[in-house]
């Protein structure tokens, strides 16, 4: 089974982070202000021997990738932000590039939101945003991708690379814009690529049209969560976002947000994953995915969501039930994983002080308990 966790770039200084949230910001500016709300909450999280790591230092992604080789893992899945042109946190996945003896399998995700400061205000004004209707800035962006699709180490099926939209239903013209992208890869010597739709909100959007993707990522816990939303909210969160980019775009307005009652909302591990697991592919191309763990109270405080009860134990239990289910129903050999390094959102599987290594331990185990060793 290929376990393929989502990795995030958020760990190096950038001039744009500095101008928004203020000089030397990083996602461990938001560990380090982490607190306690409540008494069984596990925060603040800290790494093990305090490795708040700098990921423009090439040592610590050969040493990220060494410790999920040994453990299991197949490949990261990395967040990739292209802005018409503008990239950001672009550094670990390019330095990978340049690296070829760091041995590990990768493909990418394309975090194609807006990005707003919702973290920290109302005004949820959008800080840096797209124009998807450019029709020439697919082909730059395209060439941009093509180096990284053109590595030995890049995840290809069928000679085609795969390749992950977060929001693909905020692509209006999302038809012509893949079509295109399918007949570049053909010109440089693939077979097209496989697109993949991640954001929970995908699968909802009526929009939207799923035949144009190979795979979905049944993404948790947001997916499971999603379920138990009412009609009306789940319309809500998929037309706000693009109502919300609409009025900033053309007349400089952006929707407030409703600001929510300040208290933690709190949910049951156990009671989440127990939804996972009775999960059922809905069309043929979904994906399972796991989650490590979820806590969001880095960023957002009071307002922020956080699962009680994980431990590694668990996590390995259940991790091996879905490697099961993913092989027996879903008839995949692929479960992405929420996530490899979102320390913020309390998804990782990197060594901290309380587990120690446990969280990566437990992939190792949940793979040899299903008999399905890489």
Known sequence: MKIIPLYLPQF??????????????????????????????????????????DLSDVEVLRWQCKIAKENGIYGFCFYHYWFNGHKLLEKPMEMLLDNPDIDIRYCVSWANENWNNGWVSADN???????????????????????????????????????????????????????LWNKLAIENGFDGLKFIHQHVNSHLDATMDK????????????????????????????????????????????????????????????????????????????????????????????????????????????LSKLIVKARDEYDTDKIFLFAWNEWAEGGYLEPDEKYGFGYLEAVKYALEKSNEVN
């Open 12 to 53: 190096h200084q950038i001039p744009e982070n500095d101008e928004w949230w203020g000089e030397g910001f990083t996602e461990w500016t938001n560990m380090k202000k982490a607190t306690k709300l409540f008494d069984s909450h596990y925060q603040p999280r800290i790494p093990l021997n305090n490795n708040y790591y």
């Open 125 to 179: 004004k959008i800080l840096i945003g797209h124009d998807f209707n450019d029709e020439k800035d697919w082909v730059d962006h395209f060439n941009y991708l093509l180096k990284f699709f053109k590595d030995p180490r890049y995840i290809v099926e069928d000679n085609k690379p795969l390749l992950t939209i977060y929001v693909p239903h905020h692509i209006r013209k999302l038809k012509a814009m893949l079509d």
């Open 211 to 318: 035949s144009l993707f190979d795979y979905g990522i049944q993404f948790q816990p947001q997916y499971v969560e999603m379920l138990g939303e009412s009609k009306s909210s789940q319309l809500m969160n998929i037309w706000i976002p693009k109502i919300t980019a609409v009025l900033q775009k053309h007349l400089g307005l952006h929707l407030k947000k409703v600001r929510k009652k300040e208290e933690v909302t709190i949910r049951s591990y156990d009671e989440e994953w127990q939804k996972i697991l009775s999960l059922k592919p809905n069309k043929k191309g979904d994906l399972p995915c796991a989650f490590v763990d979820w806590d969001n109270t880095p960023r957002k405080g009071n307002r922020g969501s956080c699962y009680v009860g994980a431990t590694p134990q668990k996590f390995g239990d259940y």
